[in-house]
């Protein structure tokens, strides 16, 4: 059963000490991520989460559209306000994506995979997405903020993603409550996120063991160009390692995981 989205049947679940506290419901924003970008800017403390039943405009990486259609799905933004300098930040990402799985992946009747940079994916459907944007100034991270859309019981979905994307519901053959699924993604967010501070060898090491296409042949389609390897795993800084056909490691900034054999 799908519970009402409300702050209060998320905050009823809610294990985390600052994340999510305060926590805003939206039944429709344009999008969740630009809308914290203005709170963020007036000066809104770190922690607050910003969720919405629907998105006008939301939005994906590499300028896509986030699909966000009402009464069926989550999509939130935390608001970060960490001390890191420029230059020196974290992957942010890479810890949203393990609290994903690690939030999630029990849900499912398997494993979840990780594709960099950062899509949760189950047998090769997309079930989450992270955009992760930072705002700085000449020394310093101002604020981040992390948006997460995950599908959670929507039956279809449009033609152009339907051999790709999935929701929990496709998967399991049952609905699942978001206000539940919200507050266990917060709370393994907040965990992830610290670890990322504390401990981000640990990051790195269980983002990688939620790929199973590392050690593998991929293809990286980076704009029109597309490099084809042997995918070596990650960097400390979250960019991904390649061997191209000539034996060269590669180090991949941005990118898509086009092909991969898992
Ligand atoms: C991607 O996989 O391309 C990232 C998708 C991120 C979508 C979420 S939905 C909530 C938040 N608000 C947005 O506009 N985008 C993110």
Do not use: C
Request: hydrophobic letters at 40%; a negative charge; charged letters at 20%.
């Amino acid at each position: 059963m799908d519970r009402e989205l409300t702050p209060a049947a998320v905050e009823s679940r809610l294990t985390t000490r600052w994340l999510g506290r305060p926590l805003q419901v939206e039944a429709q924003v344009d999008s969740t991520n630009s809308r914290l970008h203005e709170f963020a800017r007036r000066g809104a403390a770190e922690g607050l989460v910003l969720v919405a039943d629907s998105q006008t405009s939301g939005r994906g990486r590499q300028q896509r559209q986030w699909h966000s259609p009402p009464g069926t799905n989550l999509y939130f933004s935390v608001l970060l306000r960490p001390e890191w300098p420029v230059g020196a930040t974290p992957p942010l990402s890479l810890a949203a994506g393990v609290a994903l799985a690690e939030a999630i992946g029990p849900l499912l009747p398997a494993a979840p995979v990780l594709k960099w940079p950062n899509d949760l994916l189950f047998q090769g459907r997309k079930l989450a997405g992270i955009l992760v944007e930072a705002q700085t100034d000449r020394q310093a991270v101002r604020y981040a903020i992390v948006g997460i859309g995950v599908n959670v019981n929507q039956e279809s979905f449009p033609e152009e993603l339907a051999e790709r994307a999935g929701s929990l519901r496709g998967v399991t053959g049952q609905s699942h409550d978001r206000a539940e699924v919200l507050a266990r993604l917060l709370g393994a967010l907040e965990t992830w996120i610290e670890r990322l501070q504390s401990s981000p060898a640990e990051v790195l090491e269980t983002w990688q063991s939620y790929a199973p296409w590392i050690g593998r042949p991929i293809a990286v389609t980076m704009g029109q160009a597309t490099l084809t390897g042997t995918a070596l795993g990650l960097t400390p800084d979250g960019t991904l390692r390649l061997r191209d056909a000539a034996g060269r490691e590669q180090v991949i900034l941005s990118g898509d995981v086009e092909q991969a054999a898992y």
